[in-house]
C-alpha cells in the first residue's frame, strides 16, 4: 500500500490485518473439523457403549443371541463321549443311568467353559473398541479446548484490529495537529521566532 493511499485511507490496513486473520482463522478450523467429527461421533459411541455395560445382564443376553458352540468345544465334547463309553463298556456299564450322566456332565462343562470363553472374547473385544473410542474422544476434546482457545485469542485480536480501524481516521488527525503545533513551537523558539521579537507592529517607522 502507497503512502498516498495509507494517508487517504488510514484504517485500511488494520482491515487488511483482519482479513488474513479471518482466512488464517478458518483454515485452521477447517483442519481441526475432521477431528471434531471424531471426537463427537466417539463421544456417542462411548455413551451408548456405558448405557450397555450398566445393564450386565442385558448385554450378556444380546450377545448370547449370536453365540454358537466352537468347533474345538464340539471335538472336545465327541472325545469326552467316546471315553466315558468306552469307560462305562469295559465296567459293564454301558447303557447304564449313571454313566450317562457322567457323560452329559462333562459335555455340560465343556459348553458352559466353551460359552465363557465366547463371552470373555467378546468382553475383551468390546473394551478394546471402547478404549479405542475413548482415544477419539480425547483427541476431539482436546482440539475442541484448542479451537476454543484459538477463538477467543482471534475475536480479540479482532477487537484490537477493529477498535484501530475504527480509530485510525482521529488517530492520524491528532498526530498531524500535534507536530504541526511541535513544529509551530520549534519555528517560535528559533530563527522566526527571533524575526517575530524584534518585530513590534505598534513601533511606526519614523
Not at 16 to 44: I, M, R, V
Not at 78 to 106: F, P, R, V
Not at 109 to 129: C, E, F, H, S
Not at 152 to 160: E, I, L, P, V, W
Amino acid at each position: 500500500m502507497s503512502w498516498l493511499s495509507s494517508f487517504l485511507n488510514p484504517g485500511k490496513g488494520y482491515q487488511t490485518y483482519q482479513n488474513n486473520l479471518t482466512k488464517a482463522y478458518q483454515d485452521a478450523q477447517g483442519l481441526q473439523q475432521p477431528y471434531l467429527n471424531y471426537g463427537t461421533q466417539a463421544g456417542q459411541q462411548l455413551t451408548d457403549a456405558t448405557g450397555k455395560l450398566l445393564d450386565p445382564a442385558a448385554l450378556q443376553n444380546e450377545w448370547m443371541k449370536s453365540y454358537e458352540t466352537s468347533e474345538q468345544a464340539r471335538r472336545a465334547m465327541s472325545d469326552a463321549k467316546d471315553a466315558g463309553l468306552g469307560a462305562a463298556s469295559s465296567m459293564g456299564l454301558m447303557g447304564s443311568s449313571a454313566a450317562i450322566q457322567g457323560i452329559e456332565n462333562t459335555a455340560g462343562g465343556l459348553q458352559a467353559a466353551d460359552r465363557a470363553n465366547y463371552l470373555a472374547d467378546l468382553m475383551n473385544k468390546y473394551q478394546t473398541g471402547i478404549n479405542s473410542a475413548t482415544g477419539m474422544y480425547n483427541t476431539g476434546a482436546q482440539t475442541a479446548n484448542q479451537g476454543a482457545g484459538r477463538a477467543m485469542q482471534y475475536g480479540d485480536y479482532m477487537g484490537t484490529a477493529g477498535a484501530g480501524r475504527d480509530n485510525a481516521g482521529g488517530n492520524m488527525l491528532s498526530g498531524l495537529i500535534g507536530t504541526g503545533a511541535g513544529l509551530f513551537g520549534s519555528a517560535l523558539s528559533g530563527p522566526i521566532g527571533g524575526a517575530l521579537g524584534q518585530w513590534q507592529p505598534w513601533q511606526r517607522s519614523r
